[in-house]
């Protein structure tokens, strides 16, 4: 088993940027694929980012491509998103994520373990 905990949300203007981290414990962290996700009130979870095993690739979805970047440190456990021109439609808790699959996935059920969230907000 891992645990996550999430932690880097907070406000900010649209145009401003943050850094979200996640921290790691229980397990081999380098046996996980990583992924970020988010959920807007009253919307689906959504795929954000994921990383690979040795943090060599990485995938974003269309909204996060080109504005953030997801990056891993195996010897410390932890995994960051940073997030760059952000806008009110990034408003939303994010999840860190970790997937024990062999396969790279986009998709929320393939993710075994969950943190907490943290809620990032974007004004306008």
């Known amino acids: 088993q891992v645990q996550l905990v999430e932690s880097g949300g907070g406000l900010v203007q649209a145009g401003g940027s943050l850094r979200l981290s996640c921290a790691a414990s229980?397990?081999?962290?380098?046996?996980?694929?990583m992924g970020w996700f988010r959920q807007a009130p009253g919307k689906e979870r959504e795929f954000v980012a994921c990383?690979?095993?040795?943090?060599?690739?990485?995938w974003y979805a269309d909204s996060a491509s080109g504005r953030f970047t997801i990056s891993r440190d195996n010897a410390k456990n932890t995994v960051a998103l940073q997030m760059n021109s952000l806008k009110p439609e990034d408003t939303a808790v994010y999840y860190c994520?970790?997937?024990?699959?062999?396969?790279?996935?986009?998709?929320?059920?393939?993710?075994?373990?969950w943190g907490q969230g943290t809620q990032v907000t974007v004004s306008s």
């Open positions: 994520a970790a997937d024990s699959g062999t396969y790279v996935s986009r998709t929320t059920t393939t993710y075994d373990y």
């Open positions: 990383i690979s095993w040795n943090g060599g690739r990485a």
């Open positions: 229980g397990s081999t962290f380098s046996r996980y694929i």
